[in-house]
Structure formats: C-alpha cells, structure tokens
C-alpha cells in the first residue's frame, strides 16, 4: 500500500515505523514546510493518505484529499465542530474518510466498557461521575478528543449529566473533565463513579504512542478501496 503522511510529527513518525515495517510504502511525508505536497499531482499517488496535524490545519488536508480522491484517516483531535461540514463533503466527493479520536484497540475497548458502565449508572443516582485525563505538555487540546467521546457517550446514557464542562464543577448536573498536562504521559483517561458507600473507578493508560499509531495503519488498510465516512467501531467489527 503507497501511504501519504500527513504530519510528520510525533505520531507521523511512529505511523512511518509500523507502517515500514508492514511492508507498506510511505511515499510522501508532509510537514507544516512542505504544504506544497498537499496537490492532486502528489496526493493523488497514494492509495491512502493518513492525517495528524494540527486542530487548525485538519480541516483544510482533508478537503485536499478528497480533492486528490485519496481514502483519508484522520486522528487529529480539537476539530470536532467542522467534522459534520466534513462528513457532507465525504459524500460530494465520493470520498472515503474515517476520523477516531482514539485509533488504539485499548481505548476502543475502553469505550465499549464507558458505555456499559454508563447505562448501569444511569439508574443509581447516588453516584456522581467526574473525568480526569493526562497527557504531555505538548498537547494542544484540552479536553482531549478521548475525553470528548468519553464524556458524550456517558452523557447519552447517565441523563442526570446534561453537559460537561472543562473545569472542576460543583453543579449536579454538569460532568467535570479535568485536564492534566504532565511529560511525559502519552495519554490516560480515568472515570469515576463516586457515592458515600463506595467508588468505582476505570482507567485507561497508553505505555506509548505504538497503539495509536498501530490503529491507524490497520484503519488505513481497512479504508484503502472503500468509500463513505467510517468509524474505529466498523474496523474493529465493534
Ligand atoms: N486519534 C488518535 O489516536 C491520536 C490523535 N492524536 C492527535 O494527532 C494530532 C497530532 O499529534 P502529534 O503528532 O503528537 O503532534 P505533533 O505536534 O508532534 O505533530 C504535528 C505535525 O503536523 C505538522 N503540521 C502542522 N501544520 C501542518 C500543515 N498545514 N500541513 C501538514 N502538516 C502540518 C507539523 O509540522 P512541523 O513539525 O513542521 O510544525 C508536525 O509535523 C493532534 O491533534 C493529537 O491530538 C495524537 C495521538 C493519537
Ligand atoms: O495529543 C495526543 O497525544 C493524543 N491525542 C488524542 C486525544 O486527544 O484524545 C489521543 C491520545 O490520547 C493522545
């Protein structure tokens, strides 16, 4: 498979590695000083493109893919608003797009088990629920888009939460998602239900960036050929 990079950052590098590995061909490695690449003539090589950028810059390399009508993997997080825009846009071009806020099989894993938790929770509303994640000081998003899709599948089904905020909030019905940016943590997200008798807590810690970065290769060989607008949970058979 002949991969264009899109960032060339932590996670593009790490991309590369396994993807090299896998006998995959990275053709082009796009950074902020060669957005040039970013044309039919070069995208359009590729058999899939894979997007890590930034939150300002997602957008516009998506729209450029699809341009070049190369399937896009996207995991650049802090866009969420402009990704339905994206997702109509997917269809006019008969593109192929598949966004995850999380490509690592845990966190998809974890996901699954966030949402059982949730709707057992949402009869006991003696539990107050809160978040916590922590990532490098690097990190430009805050929340993480881990804990965006955490925090709204919890919200679907625990309905005494009706928003959350990025803060510490002693309103009962607003979900408190504190953020902690500490080096050199790759990413963890903790969940805990807490109540006068007893708490439960679920924790999801990343060792590394290897997951990530595995999830979207395989994500990438899943979306080569294929057309519409996909999630982690089609991969993964979810
Ligand atoms: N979904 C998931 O599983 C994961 C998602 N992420 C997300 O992925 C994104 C990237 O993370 P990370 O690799 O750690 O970030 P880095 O800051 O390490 O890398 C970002 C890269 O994007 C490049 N870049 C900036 N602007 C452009 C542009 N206009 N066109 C092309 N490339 C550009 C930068 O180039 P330069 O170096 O020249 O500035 C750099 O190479 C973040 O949003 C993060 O939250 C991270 C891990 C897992
Ligand atoms: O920026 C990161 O590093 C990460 N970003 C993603 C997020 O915002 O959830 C995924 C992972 O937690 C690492």
Not at 66 to 71: D, G, H, L, R, S
Not at 138 to 156: M, N, R, V, Y
Not at 158 to 180: D, F, G, H, M, Y
Request: glycine share 8%; hydrophobic share 40%; proline share 3%.
């Amino acid at each position: 498979m002949k991969i264009a990079l899109i960032g060339y950052g932590k996670m593009g590098k790490a991309i590369d590695a396994i993807a090299t590995a896998k006998g995959h061909e990275v053709i082009l490695r796009i950074d902020a000083d060669s957005q040039h690449l970013l044309e039919k003539e070069q995208l359009g090589q590729a058999d899939v493109a894979i997007e890590f950028t930034t939150p300002e810059t997602a957008y516009h390399n998506v729209l450029k893919c699809f341009e070049a009508k190369v399937p896009v993997v996207c995991g650049t997080t802090g866009w969420l608003e402009k990704l339905p825009a994206v997702k109509e846009l997917c269809s006019k071009y008969q593109g192929g797009f598949l966004h995850a806020t999380n490509f690592s099989i845990g966190v998809n894993i974890f996901f699954e088990v966030n949402k059982k938790l949730a709707d057992l929770m949402a009869a006991q509303p003696q539990y107050n629920v809160w978040m916590e994640e922590i990532h490098h000081t690097q990190k430009k998003d805050a929340p993480s888009g881990t804990a965006i899709t955490l925090a709204e599948q919890l919200l679907g089904a625990v309905t005494r939460k009706t928003n959350w905020v990025n803060a510490s909030s002693e309103q009962p019905e607003t979900l408190s998602i504190i953020s902690k940016r500490i080096d050199p943590a790759p990413g963890t997200h903790t969940i805990t239900y807490t109540s006068a008798i007893d708490d439960i807590t679920i924790t999801h810690t990343a060792h590394s960036r290897e997951g990530f970065a595995a999830g979207a290769v395989t994500a990438a060989e899943w979306l080569t050929g294929r057309q519409g607008v996909f999630s982690m949970r089609d991969v993964l058979n979810l």
